[in-house]
């Protein structure tokens, strides 16, 4: 079946530092990617997505590389803010969009 | 611009009573989707319905555990004499017809005691 293993946390970063957040997965077939941020006090919102292998999700100074041959697609951003302070969770999907297999979070805290 | 909204928040129960989890989607949001997140692991696809209707309820455990989406009002995700091993956050999240990016609620929280 589909997994999602994602760098264990809670990581804590000084403001303008560079983030890395690991994330692997399993699945059968070729999946779509997403990354999934969660702010204090909000929802889950998507945070950016990739289809295809090699294709690169970016949002908000976050990018992440959709790696076929390490079944993988970390996030990064190379100088944090404090603003940037959540939980990130690592999805997948295959067949359908919405049966999202995801991660157990990432909670990162960045410090002024 | 409101969200979607998800009560309680937090709800506790004794085990073998009720819990019903109500969630109201982004307005203009007809699809609606339940994952539940259990200590230390990812979030897990539940079910997911559009009005009136169950389309996917692959994710949702045979028994004591059932969904509604009705006409009017909030989808309620209802758990019939709960254990303590329902312990844990139920999300739910809309999405609108013509897309699929979900959005997604804060979260109830469930604690069986």
């Known amino acids: 079946g589909n997994s999602v293993t994602q760098m264990e946390g809670p990581v804590t970063l000084s403001e303008e530092a560079f983030l890395t957040i690991n994330c692997t997965y399993t699945?059968?077939?070729?999946?779509?990617l997403f990354w999934y941020v969660q702010y204090p006090g909000e929802g889950l919102q998507l945070l950016l997505k990739?289809?295809?292998?090699?294709d690169k999700g970016s949002n908000k100074g976050f990018e992440a590389t959709y790696r076929k041959e390490t079944t993988s697609f970390h996030l990064e951003k190379g100088s944090v803010q404090v603003s940037d302070s959540a939980v990130y969770f690592c999805a997948l999907s295959d067949v359908n969009d919405y049966k999202l297999s995801f991660g157990a979070g990432t909670t990162v805290t960045v410090r002024a | 611009n409101a969200g979607v909204m998800q009560n309680p928040r937090h709800l506790v129960r004794r085990r073998g009573q009720e819990a019903r989890l109500r969630c109201s989607p982004v307005k203009g949001h007809s699809h609606v989707y339940w994952y539940r997140q259990l200590p230390e692991e990812g979030l897990k696809f539940m079910v997911y319905l559009q009005k009136e209707n169950i389309i996917d309820e692959s994710g949702m455990p045979k028994e004591r555990f059932s969904a509604e989406f009705p006409k009017e009002g909030p989808s309620i995700l209802r758990i019939q004499q709960v254990v303590r091993g329902d312990s844990a956050a139920y999300f739910c999240?809309?999405?609108?017809?013509?897309?699929?990016?979900?959005?997604f609620g804060e979260g109830s929280r469930l604690t069986v005691l």
């Open positions: 999240a809309s999405s609108p017809p013509s897309t699929g990016e979900l959005f």
């Open positions: 699945a059968t077939g070729y999946p779509s």
């Open positions: 990739a289809t295809k292998a090699d």
